[in-house]
């Protein structure tokens, strides 16, 4: 991230969202299909109705805020808490079970699959008191969880149904319960030290495609 508390104006951020999604099918050329396909995708949808209700809860409309999460919630399956001002390009292509709770930093280029989840464990481990960080160009797999006052490094993958407890440097690829680094996407540095030395360095892997 850009772990800075920019604030993007609505259609920077929306339009960003829509270049997201654009860019995960490159196979297909652009055209007016495809737009209408992005444009009407639940996970755009539900991205779009969370920034609107950003706008309200910053405005302390909370009676409002609340309404549209809990739209959100029943639409599209998602609790995106709209006290995290989540950077441009946050793409949730299977919205269904993907969230943050409120103290969350999530930058830019940040894609969520299904299930995936950022919050506390504050009430089984008091290191656990807090949000995850997330930087920018993060993907995390279907049903990843990243739990308490850690940072997932830039460009960071988390595996399918993996938990993350501790910090990942950057372009680290998370796999397991708990989470184990096993390699580092193309273009990271192995040489990077793991964070907080957490973690112990392995070769490269290419990330997915």
Do not use: W
């Amino acid at each position: 991230m850009s772990a800075s508390p920019t604030r993007y104006s609505f259609t920077t951020l929306v339009k960003g969202d829509f270049d997201g999604l654009m860019a995960l099918d490159r196979k297909r050329p652009p055209s007016l299909r495809r737009v209408l396909d992005v444009l009407t995708l639940p996970g755009f949808l539900a991205v779009l109705l969370y920034r609107v209700n950003v706008v309200f809860y910053r405005a302390r409309i909370r009676p409002v805020a609340r309404l549209l999460f809990l739209l959100n919630y029943m639409a599209f399956g998602v609790e995106l808490h709209p006290g995290v001002e989540a950077g441009p390009g946050l793409s949730v292509p299977h919205p269904v079970g993907a969230g943050f709770g409120a103290g969350s930093r999530v930058g830019r280029n940040v894609q969520m699959y299904k299930g995936a989840g950022l919050g506390t464990a504050g009430h089984m481990d008091p290191n656990l008191d807090g949000f995850p960080t997330v930087e920018d160009d993060c993907i995390l797999f279907d049903g990843a969880y990243a739990f308490g006052p850690i940072t997932i490094g830039r460009g960071a993958i988390i595996g399918a149904n993996s938990v993350v407890m501790r910090s990942v440097p950057p372009g680290g690829i998370m796999i397991g319960n708990p989470a184990r680094l096993v390699g580092y996407r193309d273009g990271y540095a192995t040489a990077t030290s793991a964070a907080n030395g957490a973690y112990t360095q392995t070769p490269s892997l290419s990330a997915p495609s």
